[in-house]
Every structure is written in structure tokens, then in C-alpha cells.
């Protein structure tokens, strides 16, 4: 079983990452997943959590998630109000959308116990390629390849089938760039 | 079929188009919202034919569903929490009439203290409405129960309307991987609906009528005894609906891994699927646990714990609610049927207004209910992961 955590703001998208890549395993690998948001009311820039549990098992536990192989930062302000590296597995990877080098990061936000660390300026690729700041669909396609969580045609296929036409294109290409990335040793 | 990777809202409501009801009537409430919108997006693609009538409030809701159901159309409804019991009225006047309407209860914590999240307090407050009380475990769950729910309500020996209980939250708004059968299969399993007990101007008749002492306790009686046939209609609808789809659910109860155990808690909804997982986890430490989930609260299967005598040792009950000076509703149920068995018991309160029941406090029910049995007992009724 991985369990992967997602922290956003809402509005942000956090859950709808937790979602395509629910969708992009059980549906295109064989897998069995679970995703679920942060239950309760949705409020637009509060904390919010997402997560994804994939299986090659049928899931039935219905507990919350409480250790995490993988976490996705999407907001790095986050970090000074949220213990966002919480639950991580000694060998767990955690995802931080930031500027900073992983040097940096990891002083910054003291994750001296974080082994895999992986940093990336998502905030840049949206920009760039989808004209605007929304990064949830670049930070599922660098965990998808620094956590191994999913194939990257599973998360396009997921992409085609749960996002509108409109965004389909733009966001595969992002994704693509951020895997990428990933792949290519963004890793601090 | 068709894979899909769906909330259990979402899929109750797949669940509710394959169904073909005439009627959807209904008023939205966290967090059985996202189950009537969906059904609003069938009806708006045009994958759905059912009349969608808005109404202003859950009263309005089931009255309006009163209404459809007493013209012989089949009809749905959902709804949660203070909804349910703005609702509940309506609840006797659909049952005492026998009138065969299905809705899904989202369960939800009852205010004060206002609380939008999961427990079973809304659903065990109907206890004695009439109604026929299911509880499903996942979202597939969920979906194959609504449609299995019109078999069992419409079926003429029956003829009492079904609620589906989805835990709120944990089930409403978690998604999962789901099977969506084909409507050609549900359409042989569920026929449309034929009854006389409709407004005929072939046939005129009074429905809803008021009955006087000299025949009122008859009325009663003929509801209890089309319990007894529920019972049987529960089991033979799940079979079928098995045979159909590969899909069952045991009927009115599941076991899971008792054959040797010597602990065994019985549990019901979404926290059945998390005590899976620690049965398990202590089956291979050599723990001789195991699992009893009721699907059906309402009939109650009476006669499978009248019979267990001493199968079992220790007997815990999960309960995501509680009758206030008394114990866990769900435990004075298995307790009174359990009547004269030398098992010890044992309630745990868990899980009240959206708290999670973590896999730690499902083996602590475990440790607790050995304990139990060894004279080491704790107290009968006990409050699970606490701050006071």
C-alpha cells in the first residue's frame, strides 16, 4: 500500500491531483486506489488536504491517513503553518513546490529529516505553460516520477478523460516537463 | 460494465439512474449534496428520464415522494441528519402505508452541537419509523444496494420502503474504484414497478386512511409479518443480484474470518472495511478474531445472534452512536438478541460527529474485549480514544 498526502490552499486543486492520480491507477494499471479530501467545508485559500491510497489489493480500510510514502507540497507557505513533513516514512519522498534550492529548503523549513527531498519552481512551469498558477497537475507529474507512483501515460490518459478539452492539452504538457524534471534529478 | 473511479455519492446515484425511478424529488444537505447533483447532471445530459422536482424542504421531499409512490411510479429520495428528522413525520406516513420508496441517508451527526460529519446517530433516531434500514461498507456497496433496495421494497409479500445508510464523509466523499453494470443487466434484475396499491380511477380506493382502534392493531401486525418476509426478500435479493453480477453481499449479515475466532466484533458501515484490515493484521500474530458486519439493522437478524450461544467467547460491539442513558443503540440490539448466550460483552463508543476510527483503536476493541473475557473487564459500555 502507498499513501500519498497532498497539502494545498483551496482553490488550489489539491484534491483533484489526489483524484487523477486515483483515477490514472485504478483505472489504467490495475490497481486499486482511494482518494479523499480533508472532509468538511471547502474554504478558498484555507490549509487543505488530499489524499491517495493505491493498492494492488482491494482497499477497505476506512481510517484516515496517518504515515505517508509520498507528500506533495503545492504551496510553500504552507510550510510555516502546517507541519507538512508529519508522517513521512524514513523512506518516504516529499515534494516542496518552491525557489528555493534543496539546500535551502531544507534549512529553511527544517527538513533535516527528510531523505528524499525533491524541490521544483512549479509555480514557473504553470506560468509558462498554462498562463496560470495552478500547479497540481506539475507537482502529480513529478511525483508521479520521484515517488513511482504511477506511469506518466496513465496520468495523461486520466488527464483525458477527467479534465475539460480545453485543459487537456496544456496540462499532458506540463506534466511532461515536470516529470521530466524529476526524472532528470531535480531531487536536493 | 463500466470501470469508474467514483465518490460513494456518486456511485449511490449511478445506482439510482439504473433504477429508473419516475420521480426524484429532494432538497440538498451536506453531505448527501453531491449524491442529488449528480443526479441532476444525469438528468440534464439526458441519461436519465426521471422527473426532478425541487422541493423546499426534506418534509416536502418524502411527501412529494408519498405522492409519486401513491400514483404506483417509482420514486427516490436522499437525504441527511437534520434533514432525515425534519423528514421523519413522513417516514411513519410512507411505511404505515406501505408504500415502497427508497432514499439514502448520507449519516451524519445530529445537532446541537451543529456537526456536518459522520456518525449514525441520524439513521438509529428512525429506528421505529417502519422502515427497512441497510448499511452498506463502500461505494460499489452503495450503488448495487439501491438497485437491490427497489427489489426488495416492491416485491408484493414486502412493500415497505428502504433506507441505504452511507456513512457521511467516509463514504459520501471518498472515491474508489467502481463497477457499473450494464442497465440491460439491471433491467432483467428490476422490473418496472407494478402495484395496486395506487390512486386507480378503475379501481378507486383510499389510501392513507385514518384506522380506528378496532382495526389499527391488524395494520401493525401485517407490517411486522411483512418484516419476517423482508428478511427472506433481503437475502434472495442479494443472491440473485450476485448471480447477475458476481457481486453479493451476504445477505442480511457477512462474517468475516469467525470460523475458529474466539473475539468477535460486530460492526456496521464504513468502519466493517477498517476492522477488516485488523482482523488481518491480528490473524497473523495468531489472534483468533474475527469480524461480524450487519448489513441489515431493520429486520434485524435476530435469529443468526439467538443461535451463536457460546461460538464466540467475547462479543464487542462498534457503535457510531448512543442512546443517552442508556448504551450504544446498535449494542442493546445484539445484546437483547444474544439473550442467555455465556459470551462476555462488550461496546465501544467510536467515531461520534466525524472522528476517525484509526486501526489502534479497532485492535484497542480487540484487546479490551480479550481482557473481557479473561474477568479483566474495563467496564461494559466504554468511550474509544477520548480526551476525557
Known amino acids: 500500500m502507498l499513501e500519498v498526502r497532498w497539502h494545498g490552499r483551496g482553490g488550489n486543486g489539491a484534491f483533484t491531483a489526489a483524484k487523477l492520480l486515483g483515477h490514472a491507477v485504478s483505472i489504467h494499471e490495475g490497481k486499486y486506489a482511494q482518494a479523499f479530501p480533508s472532509f468538511g467545508p471547502e474554504r478558498r485559500g484555507a490549509p487543505v488536504l488530499a489524499f491517495t491510497r493505491i493498492s494492488g489489493e482491494p482497499i477497505t480500510d476506512h481510517s484516515q491517513v496517518y504515515s505517508c510514502d509520498c507528500i506533495v507540497v503545492l504551496d510553500e507557505t504552507l510550510c510555516d503553518v502546517v507541519d507538512v513533513a508529519g508522517g513521512l516514512k524514513e523512506d518516504g519522498v516529499l515534494l516542496l513546490n518552491t525557489q528555493l534550492s534543496g539546500e535551502a529548503a531544507r534549512k529553511r523549513y527544517q527538513f533535516e529529516n527528510v531523505k528524499n527531498l525533491v524541490v521544483l519552481d512549479a509555480t514557473k512551469i504553470a506560468l509558462d505553460v498554462l498562463g496560470s498558477a495552478i500547479v497540481n497537475t506539475v507537482m502529480l507529474g513529478a511525483a508521479a516520477k520521484a515517488a513511482g507512483l504511477v506511469s506518466l501515460d496513465s496520468v495523461e490518459r486520466a488527464v483525458d478523460e477527467m479534465m475539460s478539452p480545453a485543459l487537456r492539452e496544456k496540462n499532458k504538457r506540463a506534466i511532461e516537463m515536470a516529470y521530466g524534471m524529476a526524472e532528470g534529478g531535480a531531487q536536493a | 460494465m463500466a470501470k469508474a473511479f467514483l465518490s460513494g455519492n456518486e456511485a449511490a446515484a449511478h445506482g439510482v439512474r439504473l433504477s429508473r425511478p419516475k ?10 449534496t453531491t449524491l442529488v447533483e449528480k443526479l441532476a447532471d444525469f438528468k440534464a445530459a439526458g441519461e436519465a428520464d426521471f422527473k426532478y422536482i ?7 421531499a418524502m411527501a412529494a415522494a408519498l405522492g409519486v409512490s401513491m400514483m404506483g411510479a417509482r ?9 432525515l428528522l425534519y423528514m421523519c413525520e413522513m417516514l411513519h406516513y410512507v411505511s404505515g402505508a406501505r408504500h415502497p420508496i427508497v432514499m439514502v441517508d448520507a449519516n451524519r451527526a445530529t445537532a446541537a452541537p451543529w456537526n456536518i460529519y459522520g456518525d449514525q446517530r441520524d439513521a438509529y433516531a428512525m429506528r421505529d419509523s417502519g422502515w427497512i434500514m441497510l448499511f452498506v461498507e463502500s461505494g460499489q456497496e452503495a450503488l448495487d444496494t439501491v438497485i437491490q433496495a427497489y427489489r426488495i421494497a416492491e416485491d408484493p409479500s414486502v412493500m415497505i420502503p428502504v433506507m441505504v445508510n452511507l456513512d457521511g464523509f467516509t463514504l459520501t466523499h471518498t472515491y ?4 457499473i453494470p450494464d442497465q440491460a443487466l439491471v433491467d432483467r434484475y428490476l422490473p418496472p414497478l407494478h402495484t395496486t396499491n395506487k390512486l386507480d380511477m378503475k379501481d378507486p380506493k383510499t389510501l392513507c386512511m385514518t384506522v380506528g382502534p378496532d382495526y389499527h392493531a391488524e395494520g401493525r401486525l401485517l407490517q411486522q409479518k411483512a418484516f419476517d418476509d423482508a428478511e427472506k426478500m433481503i437475502i434472495q435479493a442479494d443472491r440473485e443480484y450476485a448471480a447477475l453480477t458476481g457481486r453479493g453481499y451476504h445477505g442480511m449479515l457477512e462474517e468475516y474470518r469467525c470460523e475458529d475466532a474466539e473475539l468477535a466484533l460486530v460492526a456496521t458501515g464504513s468502519v466493517s472495511g477498517t476492522a477488516r484490515v485488523v482482523v488481518d ?5 495468531g489472534r483468533r478474531v474475527g469480524l461480524i458486519k450487519i448489513r441489515s439493522f431493520r429486520p434485524f437478524p435476530k435469529a443468526y445472534f439467538a443461535g451463536l450461544g457460546g461460538r464466540f467467547k467475547g462479543v464487542g460491539v462498534v457503535d457510531r452512536s448512543i442512546s443517552f442513558g442508556y448504551e450504544g443503540t446498535l449494542y442493546t440490539e445484539v445484546r437483547a438478541a444474544m439473550y442467555g448466550s455465556p459470551a462476555k460483552m462488550q461496546n465501544y463508543i467510536v467515531g461520534l460527529g466525524g472522528r476517525d476510527i484509526p486501526k489502534e483503536v479497532v485492535v484497542q476493541m480487540y484487546d479490551e474485549l480479550e481482557k473481557t473475557v479473561n474477568g479483566n473487564s474495563s467496564g ?3 468511550f474509544l480514544g477520548m480526551r476525557w
Open chain 2, 23 to 32: 420521480v426524484v424529488s429532494a432538497y440538498p444537505i451536506t453531505p448527501q
Open chain 2, 54 to 60: 425541487m422541493v423546499e424542504s426534506e418534509h416536502s
Open chain 2, 75 to 83: 420514486v427516490f429520495t436522499a437525504t441527511s441528519s437534520q434533514g
Open chain 2, 176 to 179: 474508489d474504484l467502481v463497477d
Open chain 2, 281 to 285: 493484521m491480528l490473524r497473523a500474530q
Open chain 2, 380 to 382: 461494559e459500555m466504554r
